[in-house]
């Protein structure tokens, strides 16, 4: 089944503890990205990467960090997570074919807490 | 003022109406436009996309856009009570690696 999975789906976490969040696709998609979703705000980008070794910042990257060594897996990383980045966390893949729209498949979403 | 703008709502209306859903946005080199509808807890699914002026069917669903008004809605004819779900705008400016830049969302209730 094509799918994104993210992992943790929850998780409650304590400032300043340093955090992973897993983000994989079986879709062979060139295309990843991290949003976080808060009400009122809708869904603004962290990250993003058009392939291995190739990211980018997105609207929000302050306090995140992310790395791209594997087409399938791209994970967010919270060195010194602050309740601030306390969201809703969702990974999205696409094709990418320069620059015009594939449809973004979307992970399940990761509900952090930091108190 | 934000790059793309919808109605917080909430919505409601009764079952077997049209919900109209709006959005507007402020890129004027945005070319594609997008609806994803969310259910709560859940991560958001595509249901339209729209690209030229005028209006788009695609079963109970008509999107249709207006680009000298940058302006871009979402009609769902004989609303059901399984409609109900939070409506999110996006738009996206060709060949920007961004892919796509979001609505804070509508929600929508559909009354039984």
């Known amino acids: 089944e094509a799918q994104v999975t993210q992992n943790p789906r929850y998780l409650i976490t304590v400032t300043g503890k340093k955090l992973t969040v897993t983000c994989s696709q079986n879709?062979?998609?060139?295309?990843m990205s991290w949003y976080r979703q808060d009400p009122g705000l809708g869904l603004r980008q962290i990250y993003y990467s058009m392939n291995v070794e190739v990211t980018d910042k997105g609207d929000v990257p302050e306090g995140y960090k992310v790395s791209r060594k594997e087409k399938r897996n791209f994970p967010l990383i919270l060195e010194s997570p602050s309740p601030n980045q306390t969201s809703l966390y969702f990974c999205a893949s696409s094709l990418w074919t320069g620059g015009t729209y594939n449809e973004q498949f979307f992970g399940p979403g990761t509900r952090l807490t930091v108190l | 003022q934000k790059e793309v703008e919808q109605n917080s709502g909430p919505l409601s209306v009764p079952e077997g109406a049209i919900a109209s859903l709006n959005c507007t946005y402020s890129?004027?080199?945005?070319?594609?436009f997008f609806w994803y509808r969310q259910y709560s807890g859940k991560s958001p699914e595509l249901i339209m996309f729209i690209y030229s002026n005028g209006d788009k069917e695609d079963g109970r669903f008509t999107a249709q856009l207006n680009k000298a008004s940058q302006y871009v809605s979402l009609l769902i004819r004989d609303s059901q009570p399984s409609d109900s779900a939070t409506y999110l705008c996006?738009?996206?400016?060709?060949?920007?690696?961004?892919?796509?830049?979001f609505g804070s969302g509508t929600q929508l209730t559909v009354l039984p």
């Open positions: 890129d004027r080199g945005s070319q594609s």
């Open positions: 996006a738009v996206k400016r060709v060949g920007s690696a961004r892919q796509l830049t």
């Open positions: 879709m062979n998609h060139e295309y």
